[in-house]
């Protein structure tokens, strides 16, 4: 695409990605063989953010084995290597596991063989459900916290904002960072710039997606002062319908008040997206440079939560 060649070569990193997101349509019917294909794609055909969250619960729940979550990461890995994306912080959703009643600690186990295989350097984060409540949470943080050390760098929440406001978890919060955990923050996706005050308020230090922030001039000036980077995707909040269409994105008025950026996909498998096509449509559809996107590829880097993701 014009203005975008050589970005597919360019060492890259992605730092807001879902590891059962990325189950493509394809990879749903090798995991559940007796699903009809007209059903997965029915599945995959949501429109808004409820309908997203019901699919993605949909997806988790064929997920039985540690062998099946091994089977995700290792087609994930590939991909991301093909795209030479060098360092991922993917997320588990912890607290679906622990939802569906299965024991954690081998379903981490085998995805992190996985990871230590690719070339790709991974760290992972995991993830609980705000609308799960405050003690499910902590049973993430725990998790995560017995990980510190063995490739979990950071806790975050997710789900629903309304339903589970974020001053819900503040020990939560706190129990992490003594934990020796990076926090970060699904906020101001579907509800609004407070959502994403909250959100710093329990010391996220980086906030997923955090578009509404566009609404709110002082947040701007705060989270360009304070240096706290927003993870944005934009084909994700197409696809959930909390954007209108590419064109409104608010990611170039984000940039433009700046704030610091970093792309990612997401969900890559439920959005049909790879990290080069969300560099392609921020140059064709939100008129981004190539000097521009440049820094923004640095910014993966820059604001990774492992010391060790390092510079190309
Ligand atoms: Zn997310």
Redesign the pocket.
Request: aromatic residues 0%; without cysteine; proline residues 0%.
């Given at each position: 695409m014009a203005g975008m060649a050589g970005f597919h070569e360019r060492p890259k990193a992605e730092l807001?990605l879902?590891l059962e997101?990325s189950v493509t349509p394809e990879l749903m019917r090798e995991l559940a063989p007796e699903v009809s294909a007209e059903e997965i794609r029915g599945r995959f055909a949501f429109r808004t953010f409820a309908g997203f969250l019901e699919c993605y619960k949909w997806i988790v729940e064929r997920l039985r084995c540690p062998e099946d979550y091994a089977l995700v990461a290792r087609r994930l890995l590939d991909s991301l290597a093909q795209q030479n994306v060098r360092y991922a912080e993917i997320?588990i959703s912890a607290g679906v596991v622990l939802w569906k009643k299965q024991e954690f600690a081998p379903i981490y186990h085998a995805v992190h063989r996985e990871a230590a295989r690719s070339t790709v350097t991974v760290r992972w984060n995991l993830d609980a459900i705000r609308h799960f409540g405050a003690e499910h949470a902590m049973r993430v943080a725990e998790l995560a916290a017995e990980q510190v050390g063995n490739g979990v760098v950071s806790f975050g929440i997710?789900g629903d904002e309304e339903r589970g406001p974020a001053e819900w978890f503040t020990d939560v919060y706190k129990f992490a960072k003594a934990g020796g955990l990076r926090l970060t923050a699904?906020a101001g996706e579907t509800a609004g710039a407070e959502s994403i005050w909250a959100a710093l308020r329990l010391g996220a230090e980086r906030i997923?997606?955090g578009i509404r922030a566009i609404d709110d001039a002082a947040l701007l000036r705060h989270l360009r002062d304070q240096n706290i980077p927003l993870?944005i995707?934009v084909s994700?909040n197409v696809a959930t319908g909390v954007v209108d269409s590419l064109r409104t994105h608010p990611l170039r008025r984000l940039y433009d008040a700046g704030v610091p950026i970093v792309l990612n996909t997401?969900?890559p498998g439920l959005f049909n997206t790879t990290l080069e096509r969300e560099y392609d449509l921020a140059a064709s559809e939100l008129g981004f440079s190539e000097t521009e996107l440049t820094q923004i590829v640095g910014n993966g880097f820059r604001y990774a939560f492992a010391d060790s993701a390092g510079r190309p």
């Open positions: 807001h879902h997101g997320t997710g699904h997923g997606h993870e995707s994700s997401d969900d």
